[in-house]
Structure formats: structure tokens, C-alpha cells
């Protein structure tokens, strides 16, 4: 699908967790989008996707979130997430919470289709890739699982990372594995998302990479905090601050404190 509006007006949907913990990604997505062409808003109504009460079974409180969200989308060419994971739940899940109510379900549908997340719209929708961006290192990209089997996200981000002057970019056997975050699975089953997060640290480790890069920052918090935990050093960047050369110039994903009965949350 590739875009024919000239100047398409594009909404971030920002993400709880980029929101609370990592900021710098909304602001590399907001740089990107305008460098490719796009007027950006960021939708001051907008909230949780309700994917953690989707994920529970909670589904009055989902369906609440979900109709907050169509109604703050409203009238804009495209929302663009800086997540595979939010961006399947309002792509791909808000016309099955609705699928009961019209009305409703035809104004999901609307949305769904103009919702993208970041690297699959920059590369398939505005064929934009960035230009005189450099970044040094070896870095290995971790598919997260709503993105690679709900979207269909894979070449995109590499072939964007490819125009990054001074990255190798080295594949890693178990780059399709689930890291174990799962968003609330990683709760109510620390000990197998420990076990998880491990087998997929110990494969970074192979490829010899300094960094690693992905889409979905929930899978990078659960990485990082692990490999801090066991002295790894390997840097954790979302694919949107590469690409707008805004990793080196600010901290790692900070450390995630550890809790009762359980880890990497």
C-alpha cells in the first residue's frame, strides 16, 4: 500500500510504555514521520489500547480503552505506532471486540486500516528511508511476536537499518523467539519468562553483537533488565531512535527494578 497524499496528517499513537519509560522514541518516531513527509499530531485524548484487559479476559474494560482510542483517531490519514504489539491490537483486535455491535465494528474497521506500525509505514507506505544517519557497531534485531505473526514485520526494519552508515546488522538463530515478556504473561509466569529471557540472551551472545535493536519496547525493557541483572554489556535501542540517530546521545533502557517471587518484568 503505497501512500498518494501529499503531506499525509499522521497521529502517533505514542504507547503506555514508550510514555513512562522511554520518551526518546516518541520523538524519534515524531522525526522520522515529518522527515518522510508526513504532519504529525500526538493526540492528547489518547490512552491505553487495552490490551492488557484484552490479554485478561476483561473485555468491558477493553472495549472502554478501545472506543477512548477510535474516538481520539479519528480524521487523520493514518495512525503510526512505534509498536508491533499495540499496533496488532488496534489493527488487527478492535473489529473482534466489536464484532457485536455495528456500528461500532464498522468504525474499527476504518481505523484499523489506516493503522501501521512505525517501520512497516515508513518503508511500504511512504517508501521513505533515512539519509546521512550513522551509528557504529554491530547490532542483531529481535523480532517481537506481535509484530512478526500478526503484522507480518520482518524485512522492513532491516532494510531500513541498511541505510545506517557504520551498522552491521548479524542475524541471531533465535531472532523470531519469544524474549518471555508477553506482556502479562511475564507476571503470572516469572520463572518460565525468566527461563525465556535467558535462552534468548545467550543467543545474542553468540552473534557477538553491542547491540540490539528492536520495535517493541516491552521485549527491550525484558532483554535489558535481564542482561544488566548478568553483567552483559550490550546496548538496547528501539529500531526508531537508529534510524533517527538519536541512540548515542542518550542512556540505556534504564534497568527494570525486581520484584517478589519473580523477574524480568
Given at each position: 500500500?503505497?501512500?498518494?497524499?501529499?503531506?499525509?496528517?499522521?497521529?502517533?499513537?505514542?504507547?503506555?510504555?514508550?510514555?513512562?519509560?522511554?520518551?526518546?522514541?516518541?520523538?524519534?518516531?515524531?522525526?522520522?514521520?515529518?522527515?518522510?513527509?508526513?504532519?504529525?499530531?500526538?493526540?492528547?485524548?489518547?490512552?491505553?489500547?487495552?490490551?492488557?484487559?484484552?490479554?485478561?479476559?476483561?473485555?468491558?474494560?477493553?472495549?472502554?480503552?478501545?472506543?477512548?482510542?477510535?474516538?481520539?483517531?479519528?480524521?487523520?490519514?493514518?495512525?503510526?505506532?512505534?509498536?508491533?504489539?499495540?499496533?496488532?491490537?488496534?489493527?488487527t483486535h478492535y473489529p473482534e471486540l466489536f464484532k457485536d455491535d455495528p456500528k461500532t465494528?464498522?468504525?474499527?474497521?476504518?481505523?484499523?486500516?489506516?493503522?501501521?506500525?512505525?517501520?512497516?509505514?515508513?518503508?511500504?507506505?511512504?517508501?521513505?528511508?533515512?539519509?546521512?544517519?550513522?551509528?557504529?557497531?554491530?547490532?542483531?534485531?529481535?523480532?517481537?511476536?506481535?509484530?512478526?505473526?500478526?503484522?507480518?514485520?520482518?524485512?522492513?526494519?532491516?532494510?531500513?537499518?541498511?541505510?545506517?552508515?557504520?551498522?552491521?546488522?548479524?542475524?541471531?538463530?533465535?531472532?523470531?523467539?519469544?524474549?518471555?515478556?508477553?506482556?502479562?504473561?511475564?507476571?503470572?509466569?516469572?520463572?518460565?519468562?525468566?527461563?525465556?529471557?535467558?535462552?534468548?540472551?545467550?543467543?545474542?551472545?553468540?552473534?557477538?553483537?553491542?547491540?540490539?535493536?528492536?520495535?517493541?519496547?516491552?521485549?527491550?525493557?525484558?532483554?535489558?533488565?535481564?542482561?544488566?541483572?548478568?553483567?552483559?554489556?550490550?546496548?538496547?535501542?528501539?529500531?526508531?531512535?537508529?534510524?533517527?540517530?538519536?541512540?548515542?546521545?542518550?542512556?540505556?533502557?534504564?534497568?527494570?527494578?525486581?520484584?517478589?517471587?519473580?523477574?524480568?518484568?
Amino acid at each position: 500500500m503505497k501512500n498518494t497524499l501529499k503531506n499525509p496528517a499522521v497521529a502517533l499513537y505514542v504507547t503506555c510504555l514508550v510514555d513512562l519509560n522511554r520518551p526518546s522514541v516518541g520523538f524519534a518516531s515524531v522525526k522520522l514521520l515529518e522527515s518522510a513527509g508526513c504532519v504529525v499530531s500526538v493526540p492528547e485524548l489518547q490512552t491505553c489500547c487495552g490490551q492488557p484487559a484484552y490479554n485478561a479476559g476483561d473485555q468491558a474494560d477493553a472495549r472502554a480503552l478501545a472506543l477512548q482510542v477510535i474516538d481520539a483517531f479519528e480524521g487523520f490519514d493514518y495512525v503510526v505506532v512505534p509498536s508491533g504489539s499495540c499496533g496488532s491490537m488496534i489493527s488487527t483486535h478492535y473489529p473482534e471486540l466489536f464484532k457485536d455491535d455495528p456500528k461500532t465494528h464498522a468504525r474499527a474497521v476504518e481505523l484499523s486500516k489506516r493503522t501501521f506500525e512505525l517501520s512497516l509505514f515508513l518503508f511500504v507506505v511512504m517508501q521513505f528511508t533515512p539519509e546521512g544517519v550513522s551509528y557504529t557497531g554491530t547490532a542483531t534485531y529481535h523480532d517481537s511476536c506481535s509484530g512478526l505473526r500478526e503484522l507480518g514485520i520482518k524485512v522492513q526494519p532491516r532494510a531500513l537499518l541498511e541505510s545506517v552508515d557504520g551498522l552491521k546488522v548479524v542475524e541471531s538463530e533465535l531472532a523470531e523467539t519469544c524474549c518471555g515478556f508477553g506482556g502479562l504473561f511475564c507476571v503470572k509466569y516469572s520463572e518460565i519468562s525468566g527461563a525465556m529471557v535467558d535462552r534468548k540472551i545467550d543467543d545474542l551472545a553468540k552473534t557477538g553483537c553491542d547491540t540490539l535493536v528492536g520495535g517493541d519496547l516491552g521485549c527491550l525493557m525484558n532483554m535489558a533488565g535481564r542482561m544488566s541483572r548478568r553483567g552483559i554489556d550490550i546496548k538496547t535501542w528501539h529500531v526508531a531512535e537508529v534510524l533517527a540517530q538519536m541512540a548515542p546521545d542518550i542512556p540505556d533502557i534504564p534497568d527494570i527494578p525486581d520484584i517478589p517471587d519473580g523477574e524480568d518484568i
